[in-house]
């Protein structure tokens, strides 16, 4: 286990909804990187959280938007849902910038929309 | 961007085979190559990885090897368990600017251990 912590472990949404995930990272991890698996493929980078700000995004819409808190948990909120939302969302926590580019998973959130 | 293929996407074997996944990637600035092992239902964990500055690495059973010129890295696992079933993903990353945590994946292979 990699200590990073993720809920819920599964959701079910409507279309057109707004859903909130929350990801609590490895003890002494300040980085927080999310990511969409849909099922068969690999993840997918939505964006990182370093000192509380955003530090780099994939090729995600505005809104997918996430927060981090003074003790490195995060958020990722998803607005309007779409059908093609349902994936897996994955949390990944890692060491400061710079020092280590080792990511540690959580197990991640089932997200379905229906 | 990155672009990271995948190769094979299944794989079967007996118990105490070797198996190989090979990856390439089109980045030449990219440094860090990983690999991760997916149980269902679990998120990815991280089994060995590798950096730019190095050749090839070993852990046990498992090994990596990275021919930059290539463009190309290769996971290898000798004597296959049957527990060695799972999904695995090859990732590439581009250190510095604004990649940090920005892991390109490949497709997955889904690998088999038969008893």
């Known amino acids: 286990e990699t200590g990073v912590t993720q809920s819920p472990t599964h959701l079910i949404k409507t279309r057109g909804q707004q859903v909130t995930l929350r990801c609590s990272s490895q003890?002494?991890?300040?980085?927080v990187s999310w990511y969409q698996q849909a099922l068969g493929q690999g993840p997918q980078f939505i964006f990182q959280y370093y000192r509380e700000e955003e530090n780099g995004r994939g090729n995600f819409p505005p809104r997918f938007s996430g927060l981090q808190f003074p003790n490195y948990s995060s958020e990722l909120n998803v607005n309007a849902l779409e059908l093609d939302d349902s994936a897996l969302y994955l949390c990944?926590?890692?060491?400061?910038?710079?020092?280590?580019?080792?990511?540690?998973f959580g197990s991640g959130t089932q997200l379905s929309v229906l | 961007g990155e672009n990271v293929e995948q190769h094979p996407s299944t794989l079967s074997v007996q118990e105490g085979d070797s198996a190989v996944i090979k990856c390439t990637y089109s980045?030449?600035?990219?440094?860090?190559f990983p690999w991760y092992k997916q149980e269902l239902g679990k998120g990815p964990q991280l089994i060995i990885d590798i950096r730019s500055n190095v050749g090839e690495k070993k852990d046990q059973r498992i090994a990596v090897t990275l021919n930059k010129t290539a463009k190309h890295f290769s996971l290898h696992i000798t004597e296959t368990q049957p527990e060695d079933s799972a999904v695995y993903f090859c990732?590439?990353?581009?250190?510095?600017?604004?990649?940090?945590?920005?892991?390109?994946f490949g497709q997955g292979t889904i690998l088999t251990v038969h008893p």
């Open positions: 990944a926590s890692s060491l400061a910038r710079g020092v280590s580019e080792k990511l540690f």
């Open positions: 990732a590439v990353l581009r250190q510095g600017g604004t990649s940090y945590g920005k892991l390109t």
């Open positions: 980045d030449s600035a990219s440094n860090y």
């Open positions: 003890s002494g991890h300040n980085t």
